[in-house]
């Protein structure tokens, strides 16, 4: 199977950086995607960036301009470089990676467990 650990969240006053991970591990064939979510509290789940593991990128319009999408393929690790952040921003983060297992035949989107940022000052 595949896990995916996340990291980085924490507390940041408004207008500053975090720098969030994914790591995935297990038995990793492939990597086709990674992806970005967040969910503040009382709202639904909203896609925030994704990256292809040939390195195309996406972004929602909320964060276009101050977020950025990153991996490793060597690591098997992604990360989202969040800059200029926003009380708005607030929210557990959640990676998702679309991977294929060794000796699988399906590729299945893998969660994080999700880490909280906070903005506020």
């Known amino acids: 199977q595949v896990q995916l650990v996340e990291s980085g969240g924490g507390l940041v006053q408004p207008g500053g950086s975090l720098r969030l991970s994914c790591a995935a591990s297990g038995s990793i064939f492939s990597i086709n995607r990674m992806g970005w979510y967040r969910q503040a509290p009382g709202k639904q789940r909203e896609w925030v960036a994704r990256?292809?593991?040939?390195?195309?990128?996406n972004y929602a319009d909320s964060v276009k301009g101050r977020f950025t999408v990153s991996r490793d393929n060597a690591k098997n690790t992604g990360y989202l470089q969040m800059n200029s952040l926003k009380p708005e921003d607030t929210a557990v983060y959640y990676c998702v990676a679309n991977a294929l297992a060794t000796g699988s035949v399906q590729w299945n989107d893998y969660w994080g467990q999700g880490t909280q940022v906070t903005v506020s000052s």
């Open positions: 990256i292809f593991w040939s390195g195309s990128t």
